[in-house]
């Protein structure tokens, strides 16, 4: 039997919804592991795009994902994607952190989630007798 005490935070990526339409596979290994995980009895919070369906409970970032943003690199300048996905990245890490004190245990599937490494010393599961806050895949 699960340890309900443990309090979960699985941070998606910000590609497409938990689970996605079509392709995305990190996003269907989030779905499965986010309610794996809530029908194993542990409290599980799921941040990812509005939209995504879960067992587990959702802080659902209000836009759209990066597959969804229809950018033509003869229009734009060709950074403009990866600057609008470090945009949503730095939205779900400030959800995150409004909520810092409520998890024991964070898996990070985020792309440029390295971002989150100098910020490990802030959230108390870094503080509890977890030795590992955040996983990169």
């Known amino acids: 039997m699960a340890n309900k005490k443990i309090r979960i935070a ?6 497409y919804t938990v689970p996605p339409k079509k392709q995305g596979g990190t996003e269907w290994i989030v779905y499965h592991q986010a309610n794996g995980l809530v029908e194993r009895g542990y409290n599980v919070t799921l941040f990812a795009l509005q939209g995504s369906k879960t067992k587990a409970h ?21 950074s403009r994607r990866l600057r609008m996905e470090t945009v949503f990245i730095t939205h779900l890490i400030s959800e995150l ?11 990070n599937h ?9 910020l490990a010393p802030f ?14 895949k």
């Open 58 to 78: 959702l802080v659902a970032l209000p836009h759209k994902g990066m597959a969804e943003v229809k950018l033509t690199l003869a229009k734009i300048e060709g």
């Open 110 to 118: 985020i792309r440029g989630g390295e971002v989150l490494v100098p």
């Open 97 to 107: 952190f409004k909520r810092k004190d409520r998890y024991d245990l964070i898996f």
């Open 10 to 15: 699985i941070l998606a990526p910000m590609v």
């Open 123 to 136: 959230f108390d599961c870094v503080k509890t007798k977890f030795k590992l806050c955040l996983y990169f």
